[in-house]
C-alpha cells in the first residue's frame, strides 16, 4: 500500500501552498484515479511523490518504508512514472527507449545486462507492441506511443506506477485501448497504480478508487460512483451535470440547455 499523509507543497518565495495537507492511501492491483480541473494540484501531487520536488511537510510510504529521503536512483526503484509528453532528441528503436527503464538498475559506465534485455522485451511483450521494437520511436502513433512509454514504466520493475493524464493526446479509440491495457496489467501485476485524468467519465470506467482534488486539497475520496456524483462536480466545475447510469455504469452528461458561453459563466 501506497500510503501520503499531509502532503503539503508550495515554491520558493510564493505566498499560497499548492497543494495542502494531502492524505490518502492507494492500495496493490488498484487503479487510484485523481480527478480535478486545470490548476488543481494534480501533477504537482505525483511530483512530490515521485521525489522530483520536495515537500515542506508530509509523509509518502510505501510498505511501512518512508520514500521522501530515498536519493533518486532508489526511489526509482519503487516508483515508476510514465510522462504526460516525451520527445527524443534522436530517434531512438521502440526497444532503446523501453530498455531506458532499467537505468536504476545499470551501474555506471556498466552496459544493460542480459537480465536488463530480458525485462525490456517482457515488458514490450506485456503492452502488445513488440511488432514495433525495431521502429523509431518518433514514427510511430499516439497511442503507440503512450504504450511505449508504459512499457518502459514495466521495465523499471517499480512497485509503484504513476501515470500523469495518459490520455490527453490520445484519440477516443485509443484512450479506451490505452486504459484497458493499463488496468489489465495493473491488476495482473498487482501494481500500486495512481493515474491523474481530465474526463469523469474515464474515470468512472478505469478506476477502483477516485480521488476529487480542487485548488490543491482533497474534497472527496472513494469509490466512482461514490465520488463522481453531480453535486461534487459542480462544486469543482462549476457546471451542472446528470449521472446517467447506462449498463450498470454511470456516465457524465453536461445539463447544457442553452449556449455552452452560458452555461460556464
Not at 88 to 98: L, R, T
Not at 124 to 143: C, F, M, Q
Not at 222 to 239: C, D, F, K, Q, W
Request: hydrophobic share 45%; with cysteine; proline share 5%.
Amino acid at each position: 500500500m501506497l500510503s501520503i499523509e499531509n502532503l503539503t507543497f508550495r515554491h520558493a518565495r510564493a505566498a499560497a501552498d499548492v497543494i495542502h495537507r494531502v492524505t490518502f492511501e492507494a492500495d496493490a492491483g488498484a487503479i487510484t484515479t485523481i480527478l480535478g480541473p486545470n490548476g488543481s494540484g494534480k501533477t504537482t501531487i505525483f511530483r512530490c511523490i515521485a521525489g522530483l520536488w520536495t515537500v515542506q511537510q508530509g509523509s509518502v510510504r510505501f510498505g511501512g518504508r518512508e520514500l521522501t529521503a530515498l536519493s533518486a536512483h532508489n526511489r526509482a526503484r519503487l516508483i515508476a512514472v510514465v510522462p504526460q509528453d516525451h520527445e527524443p532528441p534522436f530517434p531512438y528503436s521502440v526497444f532503446d527507449i523501453v530498455l531506458m527503464g532499467r537505468a536504476s538498475h545499470v551501474a555506471m559506465f556498466s552496459a544493460p545486462s542480459e537480465s536488463d534485455l530480458t525485462a525490456a522485451r517482457d515488458a514490450i511483450e506485456s503492452v502488445g507492441i513488440a511488432h514495433l521494437a525495431e521502429r523509431p520511436y518518433t514514427k510511430i502513433s499516439g497511442g503507440e506511443r503512450q504504450l511505449v512509454l508504459i512499457a518502459r514504466a514495466l521495465a523499471q520493475h517499480s512497485p509503484v506506477l504513476i501515470l500523469d493524464e495518459p490520455t490527453s493526446h490520445l484519440d477516443f479509440r485509443n484512450q479506451l485501448l490505452v486504459l484497458e491495457k493499463v488496468r489489465s496489467i495493473v491488476i495482473e501485476k498487482k501494481l500500486t497504480a495512481l493515474m491523474t485524468l481530465h474526463d469523469p467519465n474515464l474515470a468512472m470506467l478505469f478506476s477502483h478508487k477516485v480521488i476529487l482534488v480542487s485548488e490543491g486539497r482533497i474534497l472527496d475520496s472513494g469509490s466512482p460512483e461514490a465520488v463522481i456524483t453531480a453535486r461534487n462536480l459542480h462544486a469543482m466545475y462549476g457546471i451542472d451535470v446528470s449521472v446517467v447510469i447506462n449498463n450498470g455504469v454511470g456516465f457524465i452528461c453536461p445539463n447544457i440547455t442553452h449556449p455552452v458561453s452560458e452555461a460556464l459563466q
